[in-house]
T-cell receptor, first 114, second 112 residues
Framework: DADVTQTPRNRITKTGKRIMLECSQTKGHDRMYWYRQDPGLGLRLIYYSFDVKDINKGEISDGYSVSRQAQAKFSLSLESAIPNQTALYFC?????????????FGSGTQLSVL | SQQGEEDPQALSIQEGENATMNCSYKTSINNLQWYRQNSGRGLVHLILIRSNEREKHSGRLRVTLDTSKKSSSLLITASRAADTASYFCATDGVLHNNDMRFGAGTRLTVKP
């Protein structure tokens, strides 16, 4: 089984719909992240959480919200999806022992907003 | 905004040749990391180099870091068709509160 699991793997939705992407991990890591990837732009950070009570905005948080339900679970919500949120979304984790340790990624969720 | 920028955007070589990819960044860092992504899949960590290190090796990978020039390079020696992937550098920094910022990547194609 994968250490970092994202669901769903693919999702097609319509403009204005609320959608939630889920991430769970079995690595026991404190830190969790949500990134989106667009062609030619690399990965951009949406939100990150260093523990259950800590939530931080990344560089492109507008239009998104997150919930850290437990150490192992970090979900990303699009309150009212729009077409330019069509992208590949990745959840990642890292050990919370120091600055910027290596990231472990899930397999991604391809989201299409029509 | 992206912190790292990879160069070139795309690179095509023959199997057995060496591949060199470069990364430039803008602000002071604690460390720089290189990741690999096979088509459409999650990124896999390759190597981490800290700001007080100048060179690091891992198997066929060699990473250098020049903090005075704010640049890093990733060298893959004796490339194989299986090395075909996109390669990303990622940097942190005091200004980014320890979150990692990625460049747009270099797409490497190794022809058999």
């Amino acid at each position: 089984d994968a250490d970092v699991t994202q669901t769903p793997r693919n999702r097609i939705t319509k403009t204005g719909k609320r959608i939630m992407l889920e991430c769970s991990q079995t690595k026991g890591h404190d830190r969790m992240y949500w990134y989106r990837q667009d062609p030619g732009l690399g990965l951009r950070l949406i939100y990150y959480s260093f523990d259950v009570k800590d939530i931080n905005k990344g560089e492109i948080s507008d239009g998104y919200s997150v919930s850290r339900q437990a150490q192992a679970k970090f979900s990303l919500s699009l309150e009212s999806a729009i077409p330019n949120q069509t992208a590949l979304y990745f959840c990642a984790t890292s050990v919370g022992t120091g600055p910027s340790e290596k990231l472990f990624f899930g397999s991604g969720t391809q989201l299409s907003v029509l | 905004s992206q912190q790292g920028e990879e160069d070139p955007q795309a690179l095509s070589i023959q199997e057995g040749e060496n591949a060199t990819m470069n990364c430039s960044y803008k602000t002071s860092i604690n460390n720089l990391q290189w990741y690999r992504q096979n088509s459409g899949r999650g990124l896999v960590h390759l190597i981490l180099i800290r700001s007080n290190e100048r060179e690091k090796h891992s198997g066929r990978l060699r990473v250098t870091l020049d903090t005075s020039k704010k640049s890093s390079s990733l060298l893959i020696t004796a490339s194989r068709a299986a090395d075909t992937a996109s390669y990303f550098c990622a940097t942190d920094g005091v200004l980014h509160n320890n979150d990692m910022r990625f460049g747009a990547g270099t797409r490497l194609t190794v022809k058999p």
